[in-house]
Every structure is written in structure tokens, then in C-alpha cells.
């Protein structure tokens, strides 16, 4: 197994963290353009780890923002055994911090990805359970529906969605959602419950045009059953 990227000294932290967890990603993405999958990535990892930073200026907190900084590192490039041993050092050395329940999340993905459902479904839930930031929230939700789908408990696949109601998503994740449930309700053969989701949506202000899109497509569905 892959040992994790040399940890930063605390003189560097005092220097500035977050500005060089910045860079850092910033050198990632420059070098291995053709490695990460998907740009917006970067720019969310760079929030996450901004917003724990702001938060939290306790030596515990700046030395997992270190370590949390060096594993996204090697999940954006792909190097995901490298990943995974940094989260889960992160579980065993940083608890009780923010890190950590994002760590969660990580590991969880990593977990689906290797067809361990299990150990994804307990990570995932995990992280919807301690974290009080919107932050992979709808991420985390996508891919237990998913999960459910796969095992065809769409009842599971509902409680899951209304998990978000304790977070304040924004307007976007919140469509996103929508159409989780509708595609649900629609895998239960609840037709009329599917409709009165498609009307909420189609009443809401701003669609973008994939949501849009996919309630084309469920219209078209349902006006064929």
C-alpha cells in the first residue's frame, strides 16, 4: 500500500494552509488535466477545505486540513488505494473534526466505486448523519438512491431523499432531488404521487434545461403508461 504524501510542518500551517492546499490543487490540475474526470471537483474540494479552514484555527483542525488536502490530492488524480489509506489515517487521527466526516464521504465513493455497497451505504450515511455543512449532501443522497435501486427498495430510496430536508440546499440540488423522487415514485408504480412532484417542478422559478429535460422525458413516460 501506497504511503500518504509527506504531512506538513506546522510552520508551513502557520504560514497559510489554505492558500497552500490551494496551490496544491492548483499544480494537480495543471499536471493532470487528463486524470480528473471532472472539473468541478477542483473547485469544490477547494471550497470544502476553505470552509474548514475559516471555521476552525485550532492546531488539530489546521493539521487535518493538511492531511485532508494531500488525500484529495491523490483522488482527484485517480490514485485511489493512495486515497483511501489517507482517509481512513484521517479517521484514526483527526476525530471530531471536520475532515473527518468529510473523509466519510470520500471513502464512501471510493467504496461504491469498488462494488462494496455495504461499507458505502454505512460511510454515506455516516456522513449525512454528522455533517452539518450542504457540502456532498446531495452527492452522498444520489448515491444511495442508486444504491437502493440496485436492491430495489425504492422505499429506502424515499427516506433517503427526505434526508435532505435538514440541510439548506440551494434551489438546483433541491430540483435535483425532485427528480430522484419522481423517478422513484414512478419505479413504485405511484403515478399520481410522480405527477404531483412533476407540477411542483414545472411551478418552480428557473429550471435549468437538464431538469427541464428530464421531466420532458418523464411526461413522456407516464403519458404512455
Known amino acids: 500500500m501506497l504511503k500518504p504524501s509527506r504531512k506538513i510542518l506546522r510552520k508551513e500551517i502557520k504560514k497559510d494552509p489554505f492558500l497552500e492546499t490551494v496551490e496544491k490543487f492548483e499544480n494537480g490540475f495543471k499536471d493532470n488535466r487528463k486524470t480528473i474526470v471532472n472539473v468541478s471537483f477542483f473547485f469544490v474540494a477547494i471550497a470544502v477545505i476553505g470552509s474548514i479552514y475559516v471555521n476552525n484555527q485550532n492546531e488539530i483542525e489546521l493539521d487535518s486540513i493538511s492531511a485532508f488536502g494531500a488525500a484529495l490530492v491523490a483522488y482527484s488524480n485517480s490514485d485511489y488505494e493512495n486515497a483511501k489509506f489517507q482517509f481512513e ?15 466519510n464521504y470520500y471513502l464512501g465513493r471510493i467504496a461504491y466505486d469498488s462494488g462494496k455497497y455495504n461499507e458505502a451505504k454505512f460511510l454515506l450515511n455516516d456522513f449525512l448523519d454528522n455533517t452539518e455543512k450542504t457540502t456532498f449532501v446531495c452527492g452522498a443522497i444520489k448515491q444511495l438512491v ?65 431538469i427541464e429535460q428530464k421531466i420532458n422525458e418523464f411526461e413522456g413516460l407516464l403519458s404512455a403508461l
Open 89 to 103: 489515517s484521517i479517521l484514526s487521527n483527526y476525530k471530531g473534526t471536520e475532515s473527518e466526516i468529510f473523509s
Open 146 to 210: 442508486e444504491i437502493s435501486f440496485n436492491e430495489n427498495d425504492f422505499s429506502n430510496s424515499l427516506d433517503i431523499i427526505a434526508k435532505a430536508k435538514r440541510f439548506d440546499i440551494n434551489s438546483v440540488s433541491k430540483l435535483e432531488l425532485k427528480i430522484l423522487k419522481i423517478n422513484t415514485l414512478i419505479k413504485m408504480d405511484d403515478l399520481q404521487g410522480a405527477k404531483i412532484e412533476i407540477e411542483k417542478v414545472l411551478n418552480s422559478k428557473n429550471i435549468p434545461s437538464n
